[in-house]
């Protein structure tokens, strides 16, 4: 319990140290995130580990889509700073499967429901997404899913 929340406090000293400012504001964002989650209400004051993962999961999606506007958008710099948090949030999660591994994981979960084609994609998704959770994006989970099924 907490030893994300323990490493990123941790991580902030060292970054104020060594004037890193992107890795700051990154790290200052998930301590309010993980501060926010530990204290919301009908919260026990502690935060799990898998609850901090989804956390950092958000956190990196919500970046990469506004890396995406500032693009299209043409402000390059505000995207690139958007793209160096991901690269930081990045850091304390667990490791992503590759397309391989994603694609076995899911073979391995259709088989386990007995899925058949595009109709099952709903009890499919259901076990793959708590499977495979932390692992890879949701998005990614749902499109192997979707190939796999069409076969």
């Known amino acids: 319990m907490n030893e994300l929340f323990d490493k990123v406090s941790e991580d902030i000293k060292t970054a104020m140290l060594s004037r890193d ?10 301590k309010k995130e ?7 209400k009908g919260g026990d004051g502690n935060l799990a580990d898998d609850v901090a993962v989804k956390i950092l999961q958000k956190m990196v999606k919500q970046r990469k889509e506004s890396a995406q506007i500032y693009k299209e958008q043409n402000r390059p710099e505000l995207a690139e700073n958007e793209l160096a948090e991901v690269a930081v949030i990045e850091r304390y ?3 992503q499967m590759t397309d391989a591994e994603l694609e076995a ?9 007995g899925a ?3 109709q099952d994609m709903g ?3 259901g076990v793959a997404s708590k499977q495979l959770a932390g692992k890879t994006e949701g998005k990614l989970i749902s499109e192997k899913v979707k190939a796999l099924l069409a076969k």
């Open 105 to 113: 994981a899911v073979a391995a979960v259709i088989a386990q429901v």
């Open 21 to 30: 400012k992107v890795a700051l504001e990154a790290l200052r964002g998930m």
């Open 116 to 118: 058949t084609g595009p």
């Open 123 to 125: 009890k499919v998704m």
């Open 93 to 95: 999660l667990p490791a």
């Open 34 to 40: 993980f501060l926010e989650a530990k204290t919301a």
